[in-house]
């Protein structure tokens, strides 16, 4: 199978998994290339992301991992034969990759949750408030990149959109929602914007206000992606410019916690809708 050079953070969670069910089951690559019938390069090269896998290898090499959770293994064998080119492949070239990967994964996710504390998240801004975004970056960006980067931006709205939109939910502080990003109709409109979203049935939007009790507060931008399985859950840390992808239990162990914490601590989805009203009169 060809070598690919330049493997997306999905191929890589799969190389990644794969990896760690042959170190639970106490192989070496040696050992699982000899199971297969190749060379240990290729076993390097499929847990290194930079070589595909078949269905049939896969679930062989599942087999001899003693890898008896089905569910898991299917999941698997979706991730490495799916060859799904969505809308982002055409910024390929032309974006920082971590853009693509990040589009990638929100395609593929069985819900999304996200926690913002200075912006509005991605999926939920409006075109001016991303432009003013991306128009604060230093180095300043060259002006078709940055449009570029609003355009796609606007184009992540589509996990939001349809009979398959994607379960959402979004804990937004009170900071996020008064920061002026660009001027005050920007502002306004953006919270316009918010207001019109919450109400689709698969999008929540909450609010933790500056006065509420009880909150101490993480402070920790984030965003957790569903998986298939929920070994295949991803916590990203989704910050204007660039997207970190963790994936170890025990960091999304923690992310699953801190998320839990705030999503209590903020106002229930009606009374969050009355609040961002009475902050866009106040504009």
């Not at 290194?48 to 991992?65: D, M, P, Q, W």
Request: overall charge negative; hydrophobic content about 45%.
């Amino acid at each position: 199978m060809a070598t690919k050079r330049e493997p997306t953070a999905r191929q890589l969670r799969l190389a990644v998994e794969l990896r760690r069910l042959r170190d639970a089951a106490g192989l070496s690559a040696r050992e699982a290339a000899a199971l297969l019938g190749v060379n240990s390069v290729q076993i390097s090269q499929i847990e290194s992301g930079t070589s595909g896998v078949s269905e049939k290898r896969l679930r062989r090499l599942a087999a001899h991992y003693a890898c008896t959770d089905e569910a898991f293994t299917d999941a698997l064998v979706a991730m490495a034969t799916d060859r799904t080119r969505g809308w982002w492949e055409e910024y390929r070239g032309a974006l920082p990759t971590q853009f693509l990967d990040l589009a990638e994964l929100e395609h593929h996710a069985t819900f999304l949750r996200e926690v913002q504390f200075l912006y509005i998240p991605g999926p939920l801004q409006t075109e001016d408030y991303a432009r003013a975004i991306f128009s604060d970056r230093i180095p300043e960006l060259p002006s078709e990149e940055l449009e570029l980067r609003v355009q796609h931006r606007m184009q992540r709205k589509a996990i939001l959109e349809g009979a398959d939109a994607t379960p959402y939910e979004a804990v937004i502080h009170e900071a996020a929602l008064r920061i002026r990003v660009g001027d005050r109709a920007a502002s306004r409109a953006q919270l316009a914007s918010l207001l019109a979203l919450s109400e689709a049935d698969q999008t929540t939007v909450r609010v933790i206000p500056f006065d509420l009790d009880g909150f101490g507060g993480s402070w920790t931008a984030m965003m957790m992606a569903g998986g298939a399985v929920p070994k295949l859950d991803t916590a990203v840390g989704d910050a204007p410019h660039a997207a970190a992808f963790i994936d170890s239990e025990a960091q999304l162990s923690v992310f699953r916690t801190l998320f839990r914490r705030v999503e209590a601590a903020s106002l229930d989805p009606e009374r969050s809708r009355d609040f961002i009203h009475r902050l866009a009169k106040e504009l």
